[in-house]
């Protein structure tokens, strides 16, 4: 009687070279363990390929969301499973999950986390950030005082439209800590030249410590009082 795979030394040297071959690392790693199931009638040929791919398909892609948080500037990861939300009884946790499904990344929408210090504004901006990621979405984060000094560096260096368009790629765009310092000479008029920019080409999140009617005196200049709420 012949196995239904041909688990033979030669066959399986074959398999090893065309799983270094195809940089399927993963799979190489589970592959004696995997062919042991099936010599000892645990799982059938079929489930044993299934389970080979699998294994490779969810390192590649651990691999895609560990590069793409890297990129997008998302060093200290946060998920809505670790908010939590009894600490903040006010906030509206079927919005939240509502907020996760993405659906604003897709509308290119701006989405405002507003409140005082230490009611996780950040820690829902990274988890939202984290799921649009996983999502398959490109992101980066920064703060706001990161986010001025960069573009006022850029336009000294005569790159300001350089830079916007940086700023402009990704589909979610993370603004954080907008109140927290005071904003450089200039530094208004630069942010809301990237927030037009942005307008209709890709999902913004704000967070802020401080109310519309406060973001004049934020940004040193009394018509960015009101910012309106997208």
Known sequence: MTNALDTTPSTIDRIRHDLVGLKMPRALEALDHIVRRLEQGEIAALEAMDILLSEELTLRENSRIKTALRMGRLATIKT????????????????????????????????????????????????????????????????????????????????????????????????????????????????????????????????SNRGFAEWGEVFGDPSSAGYPSC
């Open 80 to 207: 809505l499973a670790g908010f939590d939300f009894s600490f903040q009884p006010s906030l509206d946790r079927d919005r939240t999950f509502t907020l996760a499904q993405l659906g604003f990344v897709a509308r290119r929408e701006v989405v405002h986390l507003l409140g005082p210090p230490g009611t996780g504004k950040s820690h829902l901006a990274i988890a939202l950030a984290v799921e649009a990621v996983k999502a398959g979405k490109s992101v980066y984060f920064c703060t706001l005082a990161e986010l001025i000094a960069a573009l006022a560096r850029a336009e000294r260096k005569g790159r300001l439209q350089e830079r916007i368009r940086f700023f402009c790629r990704p589909a979610l765009l993370v603004v954080d800590e907008i109140g927290y310092l005071p904003v450089i000479h200039g530094g208004g008029n630069l942010f809301f030249h990237l927030v037009n920019a942005r307008y209709e080409k890709g999902a913004t999140i704000l967070t």
